[in-house]
Structure formats: C-alpha cells, structure tokens
C-alpha cells in the first residue's frame, strides 16, 4: 500500500519513543515498559491507515469525457441545491463529501482541465459535517476550465485538521481523478457544478474518490 510523503513523519515519529521503550524494558528485564511500547506502535499504524493512497479505476481506466468523479472517499452531505452564502457567485449545484478520520485522505480532481485560479483562505476550525464549516473554516479552492466547462471545488478543514495540502497551481492541467492534494485529520470537500450537470449522488451515499461518479455532463461533444 502507497503512502501519502506528507504521511511519513506521523507515521515514524511514534516509532521512535516504542523503539526506546522496547529497548529498555529488554535491557532492564522490564516487562511494563515492552508493553508501553504497544500505544506508540498502535498510533504508528494508525498514520499509516490515515495517509494510505490506494489506486483507484482512474488510475487503470480514464473517466468518460462526460463523467465527474468524486473528489475524496466520504459520506454526501449536500447533493443538489447550494447551501445559503457557500457557492461562488452565478448558478451552481453542489455535492459536498465529509470525510472521517478513517476515509483515505488523499484529494482527486473531479474533473480535467486547466486550473484557471487557485485561492487559500485561513479560517475556523469547526467540525467539518457542520453547515457553517463551509464558509468558515480554513479551505483551498480551485477553478478547473475545460473549453466552456467549469468546474470549482474546495478542500476544507475539521475540527481536527490543521492543515491543507494542495499539489497543484494556476497554470497546470488536471486530468479527472489526479491525485491533487491531501488534508489532515478530517475534513470535506466541496465540489460545484453548472446546472446543466446531470447529479449522480444523493445525501448519506458512500462514495469513492477517483471511482464514484458524481455528476455528468450533457453529451454535446
């Protein structure tokens, strides 16, 4: 199993204080302290299930031209209609994905094309499932273009997450389901999508970032 680079120093930090323990409860014949080693190793595994980054059907198979992927592994919270004061300006319909502490982590682009416009805002830190979460707290968010389709969508921080990683920038092209970021310790994401896109998810349904399809675009190509 793939392991996100922005996983490692969680994932060896706990091993350094088992290592110790382990160490010396061996050398002083210690029992107890072999056994407070267990936590730190469990924690080690832990990082480790967090920052996974499995391979998904986008990787083995590209999306139809017409098909947006989901963006992270989560529970829909919003399928449909905006939240009140969340959308960017004009007309949209929103899918939003709340992501656990025990979802992959690790972000894909719901779609292809140029990133036309890249912003980070700083902001609370309220749990992510909450409705304000989406306009309050610390989130990332990108415009993707391809010829006259947009697409917007943002990562957004919890109430345990502190920071966001985003691996891309104004300028590079995205191919739908490219691995594009990560958030730590979890979160959701927001994606918004043009009227005209057919939604393929409802609230409460299970989906998998780079293999569910979200939406799809009207077959005018």
Known sequence: MRIDRAGWP?????????????????????????????????????????????????????????????????????????????????AWQQVSVFLSVVDVHVNRSPYRGEVVESTYRPGSFLAAYRRESAHRNERSELWLRDGDRTVVFRQIVGVLARRIVTRTAVGRHLATGERMGLMKFGSRMDVFLPPACELTVTKGQRVRGGETVIARWPATR
């Open 10 to 90: 969680f994932l060896t930090g706990p091993l350094v204080p088992a290592a110790v323990l382990a160490g010396a409860g061996r050398a002083a014949g210690r029992p107890g302290l072999r056994r407070a080693a267990w936590p730190f190793l469990a924690l080690s595994a832990y990082m480790a299930l967090f920052f996974r980054d499995p391979d998904r059907r986008c990787d083995r198979t590209p999306p139809g031209d017409d098909e947006v992927l989901s963006p992270a592994d989560g529970v829909v919270m919003v399928a449909g209609e905006p939240q009140e004061g969340v959308a960017p300006e004009g």
